[in-house]
Every structure is written in C-alpha cells, then in structure tokens.
C-alpha cells in the first residue's frame, strides 16, 4: 500500500535537491563565465613574464652598461684568468633544478655581471695573447645589444631589408681591405672553421664532376676527390673532409719548409701521383697565417699551380688575411706572397681576429657568388621571398648553411667605420710591431730561446742557463718544462700565453691581435716568463739534470 504522505515527502525532498542542483550549476557557470572573461582580458591586455617595461628596461640596461664600463677600466689591474677549479666554479651555480618562479631581471643581470667578471679568462685584457682571440672593440658590444634588440633574422631579405644591405657592405670592404675583387659573393658566419667549410663546399660542387648534391659522395664511376694543404694547416680542414663525407684520408698533408711554408714541389709532386692513381684533384689550401707561427704560404705559386692542374684555390686566411692591407705601408714589413690572396678563388676571413670583433664574427668570400648559390641554394614551397627583382636580391640562406641567421655584420661595420682603413691599419701594424719586439727582447735573455716570429705571432721558450739543449733527454725535460711553466703562467693570471709544437719542441707562443697591448706589457712578459720558470724549474727537475758540472750552456 502507497502512503501518499510519503510521497509528498519525497516529491518535497526531490524538489529541494533539484532546486539546489540548480543552484550550484548556476554558480559554476557563473564562475566559469568569470574566468573566461577574465582570462579573455588577461590575453587582450597580455604581459608576459619576459616583459620589461620601458622604464625597468632603461634602469636595468643603464647600470649594466656602466658595469661594463667600470670592467673596461679596471682589466689592466685584474688578472687575466681565474686560478679556480670545475668544482668550485660549479659550485658557485649550484645543482638546483630550474626554478619554478622567476625573478626580477634587474637582479639576474647583477648577479650574472658578477660572475662573469669575477670568474673570466678576459680576451681584452692587455697582456692576454693566447691563441688568436682578439679585444673586442665596445662598439661591437654595443652593436651586439642593438642587433639583438631589433632581432633582424637575415636569412631573408624580406625578413630583414636594412640589415642584408649592410651585411653586404661589410662583406664589399671585407674583400676591399684584402685586394680581394670587390664584387665577389659572401656572407658573414660564425667562425674561422665555418667560413672555411662553406668555401669547401662551394668547391667541392664546382670541381666534382658528377652531381654531388643529389647522389652524394661516390657512385661507381665517381673518383675520389683529394685535397692538398700543408702539415701546418687548422683542424678545419679534417672537421670538413670528415663532415662532407670525403673523409680525411681524402687529405694530402704536404710537408714544409724550413720557414713552416707549404713546400709546392712536394704538392706538385703529389697532384700528379693522384692523377696518375685516377683520383681527382680538385682543392688546394693555402694558410695566410698559420695558428702555430704566422707563416704565410709561397700563395702566387699556389696559385699557379692551381690554374695549371684546374684545382681550386682556397685561401684560409682565418688570421692573416687582413695583413695584406699593410702590403703597400712602409712602416712595418709584411709577407709579400700576401698578394697571392687575390687569385683565389675562395677565402676565408675572421672578423674576430684582427678587425676585433667580438665574438662571433667569420666571413666567407667566393670569387663568383653564383657558385655560393649552386652549393647551398634550395627552394622550398613555404619561402616566398623573391618578391622584388631576384638579380638584385640577396636572401643568404642560399649562400651557406644557415636560414636563420643573426645580424653579425652589424657590429664589424659600426667598427669599420668608427676606425676606419686607416685606423685598422695603425692596429694591426702596432701588433705587428710588438710581436717583433718581443722576439728582440727575448733575444737578448740568456734564459730564453727565441724560434719565430711571423706577422704577429712570436715563439719561444725558457732554458735554464745551466743546460745545454739538444740531446733527447734535455729535449724531453724542456718540452715538460714549458708545458708546465705554461700551465702555470695561465693560472697565476699575470699573462697569458698559449703553445706551438715546432718539429718536436714545446714552444710558448705569444699572438698579439690586442689593441691593449702595449711596450710596457711586451716588456714585462719576459721576466714574468723567466721567474716562472725558475720556480718550475726548482721543483721538477730529475735530480741527475741538477749537477751544475753537467749541461752547461
């Protein structure tokens, strides 16, 4: 039997649960509502974490630059590098995870100004002429912030119209300051090794004489392709051979001279060994300043030799190229096969070496840009930036390797042109000149044995007065001296230097690209050097080598 009474109890009690349901679905809807607006608004009137304010951006920017500023005048005081370990550098960044919750900028930018600038090997300090890193002008760094700041991606130039036009200013006046022909084709890259891979490249399509780029390195009637350099040439040019699939056996390492030169009889010798294999020639690297002493390829013989076989001439002129601007000074001496640069076919220059810019900054030259474009050009359906005439548009992402491309070249031509020919002139004969010095002063040290001294690159080595070198022993102990006197002399931060290995000798090598440096450091970099080494001397000779009777020089 139905009791109508809890029926209406139930209907009652159903009503209530529904109404309240009713209710609640209202407030979530409402709610949800809010937050879509809310987030609606959030999106139209968006501020990023990222976001500076103008005024934040100014307070920040204003006192990092007087940081930079203050760190400018106080290298000279301030050791070249920091005598500190991995660990106590790793441990200053700690191994937290990355934070959840930002900071303030202001804030980051002090605390990444202090550890740079308390924890650097500094390339700008006066008496730093280790390997071949320049001091970079501050104009490029400034140059570098407004780069960054407009963000021009010049792979294009629809995507960056002003800042392809000044790329190919500077690479113009690039080719201008080497005699190198004005309307060549170029483009600025990251480095001595990039700019030296590109014009491999750009080689190896031209001289190949099957369709490298669609079927690869080697089909059956292909023959291997050889490159010829000399024992003295950058590790740039196994990275490439081992990259582009000739592996490095491909290489013909050609010895050298008694000046550290390419020996051309050697070459030719061995162009024609290669021929008569069935190989095929087809790229020959000249050094304008080798990374060890300096020297500079016999390049007009390379490059007779060149035209005569139908080889590619490539020039790394990484380092020394822009010597060749002193050709025609009388004030300081040159080499002069200097001038062979301009029969190239290819060459490859850095920026940030001896026009001192900061780092990054490598420029590859081709004498024909058209061959630029056949090695590296491809047209996809999504570019669509041949919307002027395409004879007079440059789009550089078909002229090397990179579609995204920073806007390097701005800071070399704010450089260029507050120094001007002339200036960069007066720079680089000024190192010139001191290395030069160098060699004369350490000439005269009865404790130090000068080897060479090629543009601005001088080589040497601390003797104890009490050993006469050449036998395999003292040759040995010296080689282990230097090194660790070398290891010293970086850690203690009073100077920095690098090394060469000449024949079997450990060398120091002193490379002057530094507008800083002066005849006070140059004078000062021998007894640094000669203290050092007694110390070292002190605490690691065998004690046989230590009977004054013996090794007398």
């Not at 987030?39 to 307070?59: C, G, N, V």
């Not at 202001?106 to 730093?128: K, M, Q």
């Not at 290395?435 to 001088?458: H, N």
Request: with cysteine; net charge negative.
């Amino acid at each position: 039997m139905i009791c109508l009474r809890d029926c209406d109890s139930n209907m009652v009690s159903e009503s209530g649960r529904l109404a309240k349901a009713a209710t609640q679905t209202s407030k979530t809807i409402r709610e949800e509502v809010t937050i879509i607006m809310d987030k609606t608004h959030a999106l139209r009137y968006r501020i990023a974490p990222l976001e500076m304010s103008p005024s934040e951006f100014r307070k920040a920017g204003y006192r990092l630059v007087d940081q930079v500023a203050e760190l400018l005048c106080s290298l000279p005081e301030r050791p070249v590098a920091p005598n500190e370990s991995l660990a106590a550098l790793r441990a200053l960044l700690g191994s937290r995870s990355l934070p959840e919750l930002g900071q303030d900028a202001s804030s980051l930018l002090d605390e990444a100004a202090d550890l740079l600038f308390d924890h650097s090997v500094f390339n700008g300090h006066p008496r730093f002429m280790g390997f071949i890193t320049s001091s970079a002008a501050p104009i490029g760094a400034l140059g570098d912030l407004l780069a960054a700041a407009v963000n021009a991606n010049v792979g294009a130039s629809l995507l960056a119209p002003m800042a392809t036009q000044i790329e190919s200013q500077v690479v113009r006046w690039i080719a201008e300051l080497i005699g190198y022909p004005p309307d060549c084709g170029g483009l600025l890259v990251s480095g001595g090794n990039m700019a030296n891979c590109i014009c491999f490249l750009a080689a190896r399509k031209a001289k190949a004489d099957w369709d490298v780029r669609t079927v690869g390195m080697y089909m059956e009637t292909s023959r291997r392709l050889r490159i010829y350099t000399s024992l003295e040439t950058h590790t740039w040019v196994q990275k490439a051979a081992d990259m582009y699939g000739l592996g490095t056996e491909s290489i013909r390492w050609i010895p050298v001279d008694q000046a550290l030169r390419m020996d051309t009889s050697a070459l030719r010798a061995q162009i024609q060994a290669d021929r008569t294999e069935g190989d095929l020639p087809f790229l020959v690297v000249g050094t304008a300043g080798t990374v060890s002493t300096g020297a500079v390829d016999p390049l007009p013989e390379l490059a007779a030799i060149c035209r005569e076989y139908g080889l590619w001439f490539h020039v790394d002129g990484a380092y020394g190229a822009l010597a060749a601007m002193l050709l025609d000074r009388g004030d300081v001496e040159v080499p002069v096969d200097l001038r062979g640069i301009r029969e190239a076919d290819s060459v490859a220059v850095d920026p940030h070496k001896w026009l001192y810019a900061p780092l990054e900054a490598g420029c590859a030259l081709v004498r024909e840009s058209g061959l630029l474009r056949d090695a590296f050009s491809y047209h996809p359906t999504y570019y669509n930036f041949d919307q002027e005439d395409t004879t007079a548009s440059i789009n550089y992402y078909e002229y090397g390797p990179q579609n995204s491309r920073g806007f390097r070249a701005l800071k070399v031509w704010l450089a260029l042109r507050q120094a001007g020919r002339e200036g960069y002139e007066g720079m680089i004969s000024d190192d010139i000149q001191l290395a030069q010095e160098l060699y004369r002063v350490v000439e005269t040290q009865l404790e130090l044995q000068a080897f060479t001294q090629d543009l601005s690159i001088t080589t040497f080595r601390y003797v104890p007065p009490d050993l006469l070198p050449g036998s395999q022993e003292i040759e040995s102990y010296l080689n282990a001296l230097n090194a660790e006197l070398l290891t010293q002399l970086q850690k203690r931060g009073e100077a920095f230097l690098s090394n060469a290995v000449i024949g079997e000798t450990f060398v120091l090598r002193a490379c002057i690209v530094n507008f800083r440096t002066s005849l006070e450091d140059i004078e000062a970099l021998p007894g640094i050097v000669i203290r050092i080494g007694r110390e070292v001397d002190a605490a690691i000779r065998p004690g046989k080598q230590k009977d004054p009777e013996r090794n007398i020089r």
